[in-house]
T-cell receptor, first 112, second 110 residues
Framework: DVKVTQSSRYLVKRTGEKVFLECVQD?????MFWYRQDPGLGLRLIYF???????EKGDIPEGYSVSREKKERFSLILESASTNQTSMYLC???????????FGDGTRLSIL | EDKVVQSPLSLVVHEGDTVTLNCSYE??????LLWYKQEKKAPTFLFML????IEKKSGRLSSILDKKELFSILNITATQTGDSAVYLC??????????FGTGTRLTIIP
């Protein structure tokens, strides 16, 4: 069965900290995605990756970076966390771009 | 700009009712439309639609796409409390990305 695992369900950090969110998939998928989900705004794409060491900006990349050193792992980095980055973060993966994406359970991140 | 709009934003019905959720899109290079169900955790995939007029069905859920009028509907018959969730619609516009609507929050009252 498809499995996307996010390292933390809940995370509390302070303004200015560097924050790492980790995502691992066990399906040998080429494509991985990071979204944030906010009330009234739906899911918005931050970054995605279609291959190891490859990354593309999504719709709201500002304040974020990503790393994909291995196929199964995609990390989201908040370089200097700010309160407006408090949100639910969802990781997803898919085998090919236009096939259904499989989601992790999400990380609810609070920046104080 | 690629855009997906869902309606209604929220819906409250009684158990046993039938509901219809709507998803419309503005397209530049449409490829597919997907429906997801999100309870407290990960969105789970329901349907992917690529062709007009072909109904996809899974138990009490069904969905259809109209590429001429640029919309899709998700029907749930004989609703149960376990159907309470946020239903997400997303479209692929011929690239690697999905564009999501804001979702419809469905609440089923026993």
């Amino acid at each position: 069965d498809v499995k996307v695992t996010q390292s933390s369900r809940y995370l509390v950090k302070r303004t200015g900290e560097k924050v790492f969110l980790e995502c691992v998939q066990d399906m040998d998928h080429e494509n991985m995605f990071w979204y944030r989900q906010d009330p009234g705004l739906g899911l918005r794409l931050i970054y995605f990756s279609y291959d190891v060491k490859m990354k593309e900006k999504g719709d709201i990349p500002e304040g974020y970076s990503v790393s994909r050193e291995k196929k199964e792992r995609f990390s989201l980095i908040l370089e200097s966390a700010s309160t407006n980055q408090t949100s639910m973060y969802l990781c997803a993966s898919s085998f090919v771009p236009f096939q259904p994406q499989h989601f992790g359970d999400g990380t609810r991140l609070s920046i104080l | 700009e690629d855009k997906v709009v869902q309606s209604p934003l929220s819906l409250v019905v009684h158990e046993g009712d039938t509901v219809t959720l709507n998803c419309s899109y503005e397209v530049t290079n449409f490829r597919s439309l997907l429906w997801y169900k999100q309870e407290k955790k990960a969105p789970t995939f329901l349907f992917m639609l690529t062709s007009s007029g072909i109904e996809k069905k899974s138990g009490r859920l069904s969905s259809i796409l109209d590429k001429k009028e640029l919309f899709s509907i998700l029907n749930i018959t004989a609703t149960q409390t376990g159907d309470s969730a946020v239903y997400l619609c997303a479209a692929n516009f011929g690239n690697e990305k999905l564009t999501f609507g804001t979702g419809t929050r469905l609440t089923i009252i026993p």
